[in-house]
């Protein structure tokens, strides 16, 4: 089978990335296209860990006159549920995968405990990280930042509706130019829209690469942890 040039992923997931045209909800086809692809990468032996957003549920900044923690709150149960909805997705294709939550919802889901997730990894189990950092003000972004560098993971893959990281928004001006490559310092300079600038401290600060990539072809997934070339990386050079 092809090359494995990461070992041990983080994926991230948009919530928009489940809810396929509608924007919002959960499409059970696009999650099972997705789980999909994610079986091939755990039967190659890649060990996986995954955030999901919540965006196609609730949005922290949709909650205009709200509290903002109460706000932030709302997305991270969002993020449960689709961290639950990823979960028997998955598993109905036979994966192994765990739920771990970053606020305690013992009935439903395992806390997180770093090293328990450790052990699930090494077993083969898709470890799927929930409820984001458990703290409002933090993106799922930075949970992916977070929980990356804890599981020591070799990449992010940062799954997204465009196809890498433009100078200007492609969807608005045809002459948009997509980069190959990007450094942490040039991301933050130019302000351009990978993750936010919390999660993207975090990566240079640990050195985790980040690859951002189209979710337009499900296939994306593989062709990212074999190193073809695809996306956007972002690391220290
Ligand atoms: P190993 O010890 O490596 O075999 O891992 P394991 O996850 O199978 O161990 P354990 O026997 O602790 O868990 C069995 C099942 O219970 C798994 O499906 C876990 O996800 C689930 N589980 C463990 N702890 C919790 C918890 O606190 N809450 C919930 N809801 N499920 C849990």
């Known amino acids: 089978m092809n090359n494995i040039k990461y070992k041990r992923i983080m994926l991230k997931l948009s919530g928009e990335a489940l809810s396929g045209k509608n924007g919002y909800g959960i499409d ?10 994610i079986k091939e990468l755990v039967d190659i032996g890649v060990e996986i860990g995954a955030v999901v957003g919540g965006g196609n549920i609730w949005r922290g900044r949709n909650g205009e006159d709200m509290d903002r923690t109460t706000a932030d709150y709302m997305g991270m149960l969002a993020t449960c549920i689709n961290a639950l909805a990823l ?4 598993e109905q294709l036979g994966v192994n995968t765990r739920v771990q ?20 990894l090494e077993k083969g ?38 196809d890498g990281v433009y100078d200007k928004d492609p ?4 002459d948009a130019k997509k980069f190959e490559k990007l450094s942490y310092i040039d991301v933050l300079d130019r302000g351009l ?27 994306n997934i593989k062709k990212a942890v074999t190193g073809e070339k695809i996306g956007t990386i972002v690391s220290k050079e």
């Open 193 to 219: 829209q990978v993750m936010d600038s919390t999660a993207t401290s975090l990566c240079m600060d640990n050195n985790i690469p980040i690859l951002v990539f189209g979710l337009d072809s499900p296939e």
């Open 28 to 37: 059970f086809e696009v999650v099972k296209t997705i789980s999909k692809e």
């Open 101 to 120: 939550t970053a606020i305690e919802m013992k009935e439903i889901a395992e806390p997180f405990i770093r090293r328990r997730a450790m052990r699930h």
């Open 171 to 174: 969807h608005k001006y045809s």
């Open 125 to 162: 189990r898709v470890v799927i990280f929930a409820a984001g950092t458990g703290n409002p003000y933090f993106s799922t972004d930075t949970t992916a930042a977070l929980r990356a560098a804890e599981i020591e993971a070799d990449v992010i893959l940062l799954a997204k509706k465009v």
């Open 87 to 90: 979960q028997d997705s998955l």
